[in-house]
């Protein structure tokens, strides 16, 4: 959520016309499936911000195909992974290698709670589902946590926005870092006392 220029309200309003368009609902299934599928440096919040403030009415839609886009894009990381662990190495790179191999490497028996972390929290989720693939993770826990995950973190999202318009983004900061934090500490205590 650290995108200024995204979040501004005058932001690209060539974005704008094509959201509110009838096309609306499938461009932003595009990114959502686009940033959980590839290492690419966007994220869809703003742009589901963007979707609810054109079409309030269509917040329920907005949200779902939201989840299920971001939930099918980290399906096709998890399975590129699963079956191409050298095609994941070559996208993670050297810049992410540091942060995806002890992820990797929790993933052998965390494979649910792990991926509901990166769901929810800042941590990007496509290194997130190639982690769970890469380890050949349980594909039913991760879809599964999946949906969970990206439910609250999109359902909080299209809720704050439907509320509070434009306000929304001041509302959303707070109540993200709120959720990411939150998140984090329970996986904690749960790696500390159940594990």
Same mark, same amino acid.
């Given at each position: ?8 309200? #005058?932001? &690209? ?17 595009? @990114? ?5 599928? /590839? ?21 329920? &839609? *907005? ?5 299920? &886009? ?22 993670? *790179?050297?810049?992410?290698? &540091? ?14 709670? /792990?991926?509901?972390? *990166?769901? @929810? ?16 993770? #349980?594909?039913?826990?991760? %879809?599964?946590?999946?949906? %969970? ?6 359902? %909080? ?11 929304? %983004? ?26």
């Amino acid at each position: 959520m650290d995108t200024p220029s995204v979040y501004d309200p #005058n932001f &690209s309003s060539r974005l704008q016309r094509l959201v509110k368009s009838k096309y609306g609902l499938w461009i932003l299934g595009l @990114i959502s499936f686009v940033e959980s599928a /590839l290492v690419v440096p966007i994220i869809t919040d703003p742009f589901l911000i963007i979707y609810i403030l054109a079409n309030r009415s269509r917040v329920i &839609s *907005g949200v779902i195909v939201t989840v299920l &886009s971001s939930v099918v894009g980290g399906t096709a990381a998890y399975l590129v992974a699963y079956f191409f662990q050298s095609v994941v190495l070559f996208f993670i *790179g050297d810049g992410h290698a &540091s942060e995806f191999y002890p992820l990797a490497e929790r993933f052998r028996e965390e494979t649910f709670v /792990l991926t509901i972390l *990166g769901a @929810i929290t800042p941590i990007p989720y496509t290194l997130v589902a190639m982690a769970a693939g890469f380890v050949k993770g #349980n594909l039913f826990m991760f %879809i599964l946590a999946s949906i %969970i995950g990206r439910a609250i973190r999109y359902g %909080i999202v299209g809720y704050i926005t439907y509320r509070f318009g434009q306000q929304a %983004i001041v509302h959303l900061r707070k109540h993200l870092i709120i959720i990411s934090i939150t998140t984090v500490v329970a996986v904690a205590g749960y790696w500390i006392f159940l594990s």
